[in-house]
């Protein structure tokens, strides 16, 4: 199975500084990865998809990059609002389907 | 507005059996594919299962595979998770989630989450 990670595993910055989080997969999967957004006691939200498309409705300041094994997403202004655990996806061919570990976002 | 009603939680005894369902409105439900994700207290994001639009073609996790079983009726839009021999580990929150195409793609819209609890 191809196995997703995530760096750092949190972080900690100021509003209005960018953050980059990078997901990694153990083998290529084209660009067939999502982000998630999920802040504390809700369900999680959809913000990226094909590595680089933002899903409707999610602010431009964030962003995706990426192909084959490594990916990015990006923050360029932080946020209050921002502060939640960021999950990318593969979804590629076979499942599983697998979320890397979770990258948590403060202030 | 698409919407997802996760119910049929609750705290169950290790070996028992509980079934979830997922109530769905605000779109064309036997079109998409389904699936559930579970979150075990304080950790990440695990994909559980998923179902093909006409229920035809189903996925497992190995960690719930010849234990769960998903399957849905697109006359009720609803998602069900048969889940069998429970054991503790499959302590967790389980949220339903809309594909975006008709089989294993990223989920668009996500469920509010049912608890499921499995101690003795």
């Known amino acids: 199975d191809i196995q997703m990670t995530q760096s750092p595993s949190s972080l900690s910055a100021s509003l209005g500084d960018r953050v980059t989080i990078t997901c990694r997969a153990s083998q290529g999967i084209g660009n067939f990865l999502a982000w998630y957004q999920q802040k504390p006691g809700q369900a999680p939200k959809l913000l990226i998809y094909g590595a680089s498309t933002l899903q409707s409705g999610v602010p431009s300041r964030f962003s995706g990059s990426g192909s084959g094994t490594e990916f990015t997403l990006t923050i360029t202004s932080l946020q209050a609002e921002d502060v939640a655990t960021y999950y990318c996806q593969k979804y590629n061919s076979a499942p599983p389907w697998a979320f890397g570990p979770g990258t948590k976002v403060d202030i | 507005e698409v919407q997802l009603l996760g119910s049929g939680g609750g705290l169950m005894q290790p070996g028992g059996s509980l079934r979830l369902s997922c109530t769905a409105s605000?779109?064309?439900?036997?079109?998409?594919?389904m699936g559930w994700v579970r979150q075990a207290p304080g950790r990440g994001l695990e994909w559980v299962s998923g179902i093909s639009n006409s229920g035809g073609t189903t996925y497992y996790a190995d960690s719930v595979k010849g234990r769960f079983t998903i399957s849905r009726d697109n006359s009720k839009n609803t998602l069900y998770l048969q889940m069998n021999n429970l054991r503790a580990d499959d302590t967790a929150e389980y949220f339903c989630a809309k594909d975006h195409w008709v089989r294993g793609s990223y989920f668009d819209y996500w469920g509010q989450g049912t608890l499921v609890t499995v101690s003795s």
């Open positions: 605000g779109f064309s439900f036997g079109s998409y594919g």
